[in-house]
């Protein structure tokens, strides 16, 4: 391993920090609302990054010689695949977290004024989701305009390509969320019935948001297979991102 990256928001500063290690001498970077620090990495960083709000309790960090407090890295990360390519990576596999793009015949029943829960939901999916997603545009964007240049012009930007395989849900995880919302223990269950998360199935409401706080086995045992599932359907394309051989017989 050269380096590794975790990610966290700054609930002191409202700055979204990058803490690093790595093996080469890189130089801490500093863009809008965002920074990096070379630190020794520990398992409170993973704590903070972590941190969903109002759900598990914030970190305190150190950051440049002052104790400070971090939550879940997610929040006001415009740019998640940068600190990969701050660290010198020319390749990157993005592992994403919720589907790229909805269907445009996917029809949505309205079921009246929206909830808190639905809201919320929104929100956290916002904040969670949508960065990601942007920003691998923006990168797929800047690979074509560099297609464009000549063999000579490109030394004189700093811009390079990378290259990415990108691996999604192939299912909404809110729908997989809404057929385990029952095995949510009985107290968190009275909680978010209070902001609107009821039913199961067919007939759950609010199921963004119970995905969230969803830790049951049933919930994680499908999503593990979800993955799996997701990543033999892009088995070829695996093989071909990594260069490895494609075993005779193997599917």
Known sequence: M?????????????????????AADIEPWTRSQRMASRVRLSHRHLLASSAIPFVFPAAELELNGRREWFGDGSMRQTAPISPAIHLG??????????????????AVPNTGYPSLAQIAGHALSGIF??????????MERINRTLALLGDDARPSTPLRSVQALVIAPSQRLDDIAARHQAQLP??????????????????????ALASY?????GYTGELMALGHA?????RADVLAFFGWPRRPGAP
């Open 2 to 22: 050269q380096a590794l990256a975790i990610t966290a928001s700054n609930y002191s500063r409202g700055e979204h920090v990058t803490f690093y290690e790595s």
């Open 89 to 106: 990576a020319q390749r990157v596999v993005v592992i994403g977290a919720g589907r790229m793009h909805e269907p445009p015949d996917r």
């Open 129 to 138: 989701l949508d960065a990601l997603s942007v920003d691998i545009e923006r």
């Open 186 to 207: 009985r107290p968190v269950r009275a909680l978010l019935r209070g902001v609107g998360v009821t039913g199961s199935g067919e007939d759950a409401r609010g199921a």
């Open 213 to 217: 706080l969803l830790f049951e086995s």
């Open 230 to 234: 997701d990543a033999m359907a892009r």
